[in-house]
């Protein structure tokens, strides 16, 4: 795992959400069983097992579920990349299947686009084994400049 600082505050950050320490508990919930298999500035991925937790009606990953997880991988990537608050100015997901709970998916987050002050990250969801492609999340963020110590002491 390469990238400094930025890196290892972001990748604490998630870990903290995934073990429910940070957060409202919806973070936790989306994020439980996801696993890093690899992570460097602006670049992530990971394993996850879709858990019981976030499941429709019908025993697929809910929609909105997968709209948080990519978001929040979004956010943990770009600032892997940025090292400051950020905020999201636009965000798209596009759903191509269906996953159902249990199942085990690959998910990879690159940032894509540097405009200074806005910066934007690609997540793709796909299929393990086949890499059939579940959903894929677009996200404009804009930075304000502040790192997360600067706004823990406001």
Do not use: C
């Amino acid at each position: 795992m390469e990238g400094g600082d930025s890196l290892k505050t972001a990748l604490a950050w998630l870990r903290g959400a995934i073990n429910g320490k940070i957060g409202h508990g919806l973070e936790a919930r989306v994020l439980q069983g996801l696993r890093v298999t690899h992570a460097e500035k602006g670049f992530m991925r990971f394993d996850f097992v879709v858990p019981n937790t976030v499941s429709d009606v019908d025993g697929n990953w809910h929609v909105g579920a997968l709209a948080s997880l990519l978001d929040l991988i979004g956010i943990v990537t770009i600032y892997s990349f940025a090292n400051r608050v950020i905020s999201t100015v636009d965000f798209n997901a596009s759903y191509y299947s269906t996953a159902k709970i249990q199942e085990h998916v690959e998910i990879e987050s690159k940032v894509t686009a540097n405009r200074g002050k806005l910066l934007h990250v690609v997540i793709e969801v796909r299929r393990k084994g086949n890499g059939e492609v579940i959903a894929v999340g677009k996200q404009w963020m804009a930075s304000n400049k502040q790192t997360l110590a600067q706004v823990s002491n406001v």
